[in-house]
Every structure is written in C-alpha cells, then in structure tokens.
C-alpha cells in the first residue's frame, strides 16, 4: 500500500492497542478518555464521520479468533476508512469551491452595484470589514435603551396611548394552542410554537396594541387533539396586570385557524409547499372580513388594515409576502432556522446527495421562500448576531457591506438607484417572568413553608423524575430537548458516563418530549432515543438517569424548580443553537447554564454571565464543565445571582418595546385607494348609485387614449392624473350606458362565476381557438351574464387589442385583462367602441414597493448586453437579449430573446437582480421568446387577489384555464381556493424548456391531491371542458 503510509500507522495501531488495555499502559489520551477505540477516535475526530457500521465492523474483528479473518477485516475496514477520508476531501473541495464561487458573484455584483450609484463614496461607505457586525445590525449605540425602571416603561406607555393597532402574525407548521402545548410531540412542533404564542400575548398586552392575530393550520383529524380543529382561540394573558387600559368587543389575541391542505391529515411542514396558496387566499378573506370589523369599531366605518404582517419560518414568509403584497401593508420576518445553513451541514456530512437532500427536505423550495421574504420584508428580525454574521450573508438577497453602503446614502439622502435592503435588526426573544419565583430551599432543608404558610405539596412530575434515581439528592443535570441528532444528546451521556466524578455527584435528567411507544415515534426521534438508552445501558447509569415518557407544558417550571432545589446545572449541548429560550428560562428560574458555544447562547452568556460555553463536538469539555459547576459552590451561588439578576434583560416587555418600535419606523402603506375623508360611505351597499359614481371616478372611466399612439404607454398615468383632478366636475358625462352596468362597475361585480383563462404560449392561433372552445362551453351562461371572462396574459394591451380586432372579437367580452404578466390591470368598458378599455391607476401604487425603476432598466440593459453569441457570423446576430421599447411600460421592462437557447435560466437572472440588492420578479415567456420583468411583489396570480380585494371578486368562484406548462409564472395558478382546468396538450407540457431549469421541481409546489385541479381530456372539446366544469361542481354537466 505505497502512498498510503497512514493506513499502515493505523493498522498497526490497532493491532498494537488491542481489546483489553489497562490503566497503566493508557497513553495521555486514553487516561483523558478512559477505554479507547481507535477506530471511533479516527473516524469522529480525523475524518470527521460518525460512521457507526465502522465501529460494528471493528467489534466483529476483535471478536474474530482466526487471525487470518481478523486481518482481513481490519484489512478491509482500512480501506473503507481510506474512502471516507477520500470523499471527506472532495466535499471539503466542493464546499471551498461553492464558497469561492459565492464570493466571485458577491463581490462582482457589489461592484456593478456601487458603480451604477454615480454618487462618490464617503468615509461611511466605505465601512469596515464584513466581519463588523454594525455593518448589518443595530450597533450598541443605535440600539433603544432598555427599560430599567416602572417610571421609564410608565413614559414609554404614554406615548403609546392613542393607538390602536393591528398586527398579524403567521406560523403555519406544528400543532399551535395556546395552553397545554405538546412541545416536543413532533420536530415541527418546537420552540418556535411557543415563541409565537407568548409573543401574540404579549404584543397584545401592550400599550397602542389593539388585536394581534396569530395565523395558523387548522387540523381537524383523528391523529390530534379535537382543539387543533378549533377556528378560533383567544390568548388569555397571563396575569391580569397585562391586560390593555381599554378592552374592546374585539381586542387582544387570537389564534385564527386557517383550513388548507389535505382535511384529514396532518401532514410535516416540508408538504405543505404546495397549499400555501390555498392558505394566503383564507388569510385574504381573514383579514379583509376582520379590517372591516376592526374599521366599525375604531376607524369610523373605514376599514383598520394591519400594521404589519410578520412571517416566521420560511413557509409563513413566503405566505406573508404573498399577503403583504395582495394587501400592500409592510412585512416583517423571523426565519428561526434557514435553509440555506441547513444545506451547507447536510452536503458537508456527504450522507446525500443535493438532489436526495432536496427529495426529503424540500429544501430549494424553502431557500428560494427564504430569498422571497428578503424581497418583500422592511424588517427581518434576528435573535442573535451570529445568525446575521454567518446565516444570512449565504442569501443573494442579503450582502452586509452593501448594506451598509445603501444605508450610508439614505442618511446622506442620496440616491440608491432603485436598490432596497431590508433591515436587520436583533431582538431577543422574551419571557414572562411574573409568575416565577426562584427557588431558595434545598433537598435537605425547605425554606418556603413556614407556620403561617405550610409548605405546599411536591408536583406530580417530581416523583416522576425522582423514582429514576437511587440518590435523588444528588444535583441534578438537566437537559430539555426533543430527541434529535443536532442536540448532541448522546455526546452528553457519554461524557456523564466516562467521567467517573461527575457521576458520583450529580445525576442526569433528560425531558426529551412525549412518548407512548418508541415504534410510534418517528424513524430519527427513535433511533435516537434507542442510542441514548444502549449508552444508559453501556454505561451502566442505571439510578443516575432519568428520562421520564411524558410531561405538561405547564409542568415545565416545575422540572427548573427541582433542578434549582437540587443546586443543579442545565446544559443545551446542540451543534448549534439559534438561540436557546431554554437557557433564559432556566436562568429565571435559578439555575446555572452549560450551553454550547455556537449560536445564540454566545449573546446570552455575554447578558446574564450564569454558566459555561463548550464546544460541542468536545466530550471532555463538556464533562469539565459540568464538574466544575457540579463541584464548586461558590461558582455556582455567582452564576445564579448573575443571571437571576440580569434575567429582565430578556423581558417580553423588553421584546415587544422594540418590536413596535421598529414596526412604527415602516413607512405605513395599506391599498391606494382608500380614502380618508369624509365622503360617502366606502362601504355602502354595492347597488347604491353614489357608490358605482365614485367607483367610476377612482378608475377613471372617461379615461381615453389612442391604442395606437407610440408615447401612449409613457403619458397614460399622467392622462389618468389629470383627469381624476376634474372627476368630480364631469361626473355627469362619465355617466352613460346601460343602468345595470351603472350600477356595478366593473362587471366582474355582478357576476355569479369568474373563468381567468392564463394559457401561455407564442402561437397567438392556438390561445383564441382554446378561448372560442371556452365560450362555447358555457354559451349559455355566458349570454345570461352569471359568468364573467378574465384574460391573463404576458402580452401588453396594445397587442391584446390589437389580436382581438383581428380575431373580430369584442373587447367586451372579457371583464378584465391582466397584462404583461401582471403588471398592468384594465377593464372593459362599453362606454368608447375606439377605446374600450379602462386603466387601473390604483394598481400600479398597490405593487410599486420596492420597484427599482431606471436604475433596474439600465441594470437589466447591462444584463443584456452582455450576453452574446460568440459563435454569430456578424455582429447583428450575436445579441441574444435585446431591449424591447415599444412594449416596456412604466412597470414592466420586457426584453425579447433571440436565441432562446443561449439565455441563462431565470433563476440566475433572479440571483444576479437579488445580488445587486434590486428587488424584481422576472418571468420568461412566450415559451422562452420574451422576458417581462415587473414589480416583485406583482404576477398574474397576485392581481387576481387584488380584484378580490378592490371589489369582492369571490376566489372561490374563480375557474383558472391553463395549460400543462406556461411561463415562469406558472405555478401561482396551481394551488389556492379556486378552480383550475388544466388543457392537456396545451403549452408544451414536461418539455417546456423554461421549466427544465428551476430553482426546485414544479411538483414540490404542485397540489397533486387537491380536487380544485381537473385535467381535461388530449384535445378536448367544448364538451370535454363543460364535463371537466362539471365535476369540478361549477356548472351542471
């Protein structure tokens, strides 16, 4: 084996070691380790595997009398361990290679950025290293000052006297109540549960907050408890010194249930991908019906819209961008944990592949929800620095020096040429501390009872824990963590096990969630709840560990109580820890901590100064710290005053002052055309005569304008501005036509049915023979005016009327046209036969947040330009995307592809606009001919939202026609609360190459199960597609 020396090393030294070494023979490292494996210590600490067949394979060949079958299995687990270290080295070359290449695309798009901003840097620009986490935080000295007396937080409630606000906050997985929470049941119901609910209580008991709802899944099946099904449960608060001054018929906090998904199952958080449109569209209706409520209550008949909508996790950041910017109202974000981080630890333990990583983490789906909420959110809030430093900077959506040059040039008042960076701000997650009162007794002598107060009777779960041990008096090690690989709970047991002083002075308690059954455990929590047992076993900790099947919510204070009584340590050994509320929790209640040194536990320790950090990985450094608390009094009496002390540093009082400070810092925005004055009733009744006037004079009605005209697109918004000016004194003139369609405008109104039919393509033949089988299909219906028709397309409506006239088909026929890909709204008019259509104004301030302008146009030109074919013959033919002018409008850039072939995939479009911190939505279309580029919180699917929220367009009425394939933009037409029919044959199908591409597969997202999609027949009829109607329950058959 020349050139493999190591093996021979290797081999020798487990040869030499042997089975049974004593303690005078050990080395150094075996009297610091007790009993060594050379193998373990190899693979765990070389190459960095815990590869447990290794380990099997080394027992067999010790208990392998022939010689001859021992070395050959030596000889061949040599040879694996030589593989391992083989492919250790390719996934270290391709994580190098990854990082080096995400540090060429930053650095070159900080660079086009900082060009494109002609302004000259001033020392505030230039900033510090990355590593300065005032470049991409809130320095100390920006940081609000904490409240440190009554008369401070007295003060600061004054000020907050007089509003009333709306919040709203989304957490879509796990099983949410507010009382008895089942943490620990499943991975998905966590810390992140709790951390919801007592922050919606929380916000609500403060001063100028007037109801937070907390959105979630409602699960209605036999699997969960019947209060999961509950559509509504009011947070009580916990003590009634909390309750707001004023209470109103609708005021505090509420659990709001949202019915979405499969309604007999309750399913893990990575299948839910493909129903967070169904959620968004019942989260609409939610809170339009309840703004309306809240209007009647406190804003004089004009509806109360949220103040903000705040996103946790990526599945409800995703949800809360798609609402915020349907109800145009800012958005926070709180991520938890990312996807991205979560990537970066599976590909560098190389146990799979991306694409297997993929398959069971539906992981792309959540990096791209993740880069979304980037786009969308003013604020994203953080619970340490370290998930700022070494989480978020993996985004394209989030570069720290950049960020700080663009806040440089707001403070200076400079031009930021259209880029946007949403603001990170660290806000650690509170705690009630009320209703704690730590622990001053001990096992041997009780201190709280007394004559007059006799000691009250031990909890339940005490004798619970105890009957584990032989010596209960012992102080008591506690851990709080569901069985999971990434909370290193088998490294602490070993160290508990192989350090003989620790175990003679403390005993270990493990509350590792509820159970009834280990094979009814998921197959991970199994397993690793098996491992932790066989070492209790290996060990022989028999009397020494506890580990008890089940507890309450509500019994958790009381296992801190016992742990304190005991003089004991709690310990958070995790890989990694966000942030570690336990750790708080534990402080409150007296208790020393141990926690890992990675993560949030770093800015805790640096607050309450109560414990120890370890590293993680290291078994000795967690045994020494232990023992060293476990065994030093006068440490340990120090470390609980520090953090019982520091402990109202992390108040929810605390969280929630600078959480609403922040909120208050948002430029307020909610839909454009709402009015504040004190005309008519908004909200009157739909066939009131003064309501369709004004409805008419908000869109413009009379608004007239040449299609054909060349500057049509660039003078349009000002036409419609200076006509809304004189409105009111032509409202006689505007006033004509039929008296039904004066009573309603749009017709959309009145109708019983709403058909979008969104089939893309480039043959303009094959879109008006599917429209023609779609009118015949429901002719009658049609005449009957129940069923109204809405054309989505990517064309811009110069070429939308253009086709038609061609086709001789009536502009009319169709209610509305949504166009250049959701970027422009306008509406059918009778009231012009030249100029049939009217423009929605409203929409355009309804998606403009965050829309780049010039500066995105010329950055998009440079794009480009740059792609070139080097293998054209003439310099005429190598640009493979050139500028389309003609069809660009004020809100939609479009470019035209050449050489379809050549184009880079939008996902590397997306990333490249993300990079340079420009906030867009790029759609290829036209099967790959066209790229529209528009506001990033506007598409096709999200204006269909918008009709419902301007006029009351029941999505659940609403029938989408697509084909099997579309343009990039697709896939907001698959899931929510309306009907989808899809054409077989149509669009291209599996093959489209804009979807060959993506960043994740189109059925992550794809609601295969839902009975709101219908496919209809290879070249269907219009009789084919009635059935399909139908059975979908829209029209008899």
Request: charged fraction near 25%.
């Amino acid at each position: 084996m020349a050139g493999n020396d190591w093996i021979n090393s290797y081999l020798e030294a487990i040869l030499d070691v042997g089975p049974g070494l004593d303690d005078a023979k050990s080395s150094l490292l075996l009297r610091e380790r007790g009993r060594f494996s050379p193998t373990r210590y190899f693979v765990d600490n070389v190459i960095g595997f815990d590869e447990t067949d290794l380990h099997r394979s080394w027992v067999k060949a010790q208990a392998t009398r022939s010689p001859q079958e021992r070395n050959t299995r030596l000889e061949n687990m040599c040879w694996r361990i030589w593989n391992l270290a083989r492919q250790k080295k390719q996934l270290e070359n391709e994580e190098a290679s990854r990082e080096a290449k995400r540090r060429m695309e930053r650095e070159k798009g900080r660079r086009l950025a900082v060009a494109d901003m002609s302004e000259d840097l001033s020392e505030g620009e230039k900033g510090e290293p990355v590593s300065d986490v005032s470049a991409h935080g809130d320095s100390h000295k920006g940081r609000l000052p904490r409240m440190s007396s009554i008369d401070a937080m007295e003060a600061w409630a004054n000020q907050q006297k007089g509003k009333k606000l709306y919040i709203v906050l989304i957490s879509l997985h796990g099983l949410i109540r507010g009382e008895n929470m089942e943490l620990g049941r499943d991975s998905d119901t966590g810390g992140q549960v709790k951390y919801v609910v007592e922050l919606a209580r929380a916000l609500a008991s403060m001063p100028g907050v007037y109801r937070v709802d907390l959105l979630t899944r409602q699960v209605a099946c036999p699997e969960v408890d019947w209060s999961y099904g509950e559509p509504t449960e009011m947070l009580s608060p916990h003590n009634s010194d909390a309750m707001p001054d004023e209470v109103g018929e609708s005021s505090g906090a509420y659990i709001i249930r949202i019915p979405f998904g499969p309604k007999d199952k309750y399913i893990p958080k990575e299948l839910l991908w493909p129903h967070i449109p169904e959620f968004v569209d019942g989260a609409l209706s939610h809170i339009i019906q309840m703004s309306k409520v809240l209007g009647e209550q406190l804003g004089g008949g004009h509806p109360v819209w949220p103040v903000a909508i705040h996103g946790h996790y990526a599945d409800a950041g995703d949800s809360a961008a798609r609402l915020s910017g349907a109800l145009n109202v800012p958005m926070l974000f709180t991520g938890h944990s990312l996807g991205r981080d979560k990537l970066e630890q599976l590909l560098r333990q190389g146990r799979l592949t991306k694409d297997e990583i993929n398959a069971t983490y539906k992981i792309m789906r959540r990096i791209e929800a993740e880069e979304l909420s980037l786009d969308s959110s003013e604020v994203v809030i953080t619970s340490t620095r370290q998930e700022i430093d070494e989480q978020w900077r993996l985004y394209d959506g989030f570069d720290p020096v950049l960020e700080k040059k663009l806040r440089a040039r707001i403070r200076r008042n400079v031009s930021c040429y259209g880029r946007f960076m949403p603001r990170m701000v660290v806000i650690p997650p509170g705690m009630e501390f009320n209703h704690i009162v730590p622990h001053d007794g001990d096992m041997d002598g009780e201190t709280e009872g007394g004559e007059d107060h006799p000691p009250t009777p031990d909890p339940p779960i005490w004798a619970e824990i105890m009957r584990f041990f032989t010596n209960p008096r012992k102080p008591m090690i506690l851990a709080l963590a569901r069985p999971d690989p990434k909370k290193n709970l088998t490294t602490l047991v070993k160290a508990c096990g192989e350090c003989r002083p620790l175990r003679e002075l403390a005993n270990l308690t493990l509350i590792m969630g509820n159970r009834d059954n280990i094979d009814e455990m998921s197959s991970t929590s199994a397993s690793m709840l098996l491992s932790i047992i066989k070492l209790i076993d290996k060990y022989d900790l028999y009397g020494q560990v506890a580990y008890p099947k089940h507890h309450k919510q509500s019994e958790v204070p009381d296992i801190y109580r016992l742990a304190a009584k005991t003089k004991g340590v709690f310990i958070n050994p995790a890989f990694i820890e966000p942030f570690g509320l336990t750790l708080i929790e534990a402080a409150a209640h007296g208790l020393p901590m141990v926690a890992t040194k990675n993560g949030g536990p770093v800015d805790i320790h640096r607050v309450l100064d109560n414990g120890l950090l370890i590293d993680p990985h290291d078994q000795q450094s967690i045994a020494d710290a232990l023992l060293k608390l476990v065994a030093d009094k006068q440490l340990w009496a120090k470390c609980r005053a520090n953090g019982l002390r520091n402990i109202h540093l992390f108040s929810w009082t605390e969280h929630c002052k600078t959480y609403l400070s922040r909120i208050a810092g948002c430029k307020p925005r909610h839909p454009g055309w709402l009015k504040n004055d004190d005309d008519d009733d908004e909200n009157s009744e739909s066939d009131s005569p003064n309501d369709s006037l004004r409805d008419m004079q908000d869109i413009s009605l009379n608004l007239k304008f040449s299609i054909g005209s060349e500057d049509q697109t660039n003078k349009l918004e000002n036409a419609v501005s200076s006509y809304s000016k004189n409105a009111g004194k032509n409202t006689h003139k505007t006033v004509s036509g039929d008296k039904n369609e004066q009573l309603k405008f749009p017709a959309i109104r009145r109708r019983t049915h709403v058909f979008v039919i969104a089939i893309d393509g480039d043959d303009i033949e094959t879109l008006f023979e599917n429209i023609e089988k779609i009118f015949k299909s429901v002719e009658d219906e049609k005449s009957e005016g129940s069923i109204g028709f809405i054309l989505a397309t990517s064309l811009q409506m110069a070429q939308i009327h253009s086709l038609l006239v061609s086709k001789s088909v009536n502009p009319s026929v169709f209610d509305a046209y949504i166009c250049n890909s959701g970027a422009d709204l306008y509406y059918s008019s009778s009231h012009s036969e030249d100029n049939p259509f009217v423009f929605d104004l409203y929409y355009h301030s309804h998606i403009e947040y965050r829309w780049g302008g010039e500066g995105l146009r010329k950055t998009l030109v440079k794009w480009a330009s740059s792609i070139i074919d080097k293998k054209a013959e003439n310099k005429n033919e190598e640009h493979v995307v050139t500028e389309d002018e003609e069809v660009s409008t004020n809100y939609c850039y479009a470019f035209n592809i050449n050489k379809p072939g050549l184009v880079p995939p939008v996902k590397e479009l997306r990333k490249l606009m993300r990079i340079q911190a420009l906030r867009c939505h790029a759609i290829y279309c036209q099967n790959g001919k066209k790229i529209n580029v528009i506001p990033v919180s506007a598409s096709r699917s999200q204006a269909l939202r918008y009709l419902y929220l301007r006029w009351g367009m029941d999505l659940s009425k609403v029938v989408v026609f697509v084909g099997e394939s579309g343009d990039t933009d697709y896939e907001g037409f698959l899931g929510g609360v309306h009907k989808s029919v899809i054409l077989k044959g149509v669009g291209g199908g599996a093959t489209n190459p804009l979807h060959a591409n993506r960043v994740y597969p189109l059925s992550d997202v794809t609601p295969t199960e839902s009975t709101n999609i219908i496919h209809t027949p290879e070249e269907c009829s219009a009789a084919d597609i009635r059935a399909s109607l139908g059975k979908l329950g829209v029209l008899k058959a």
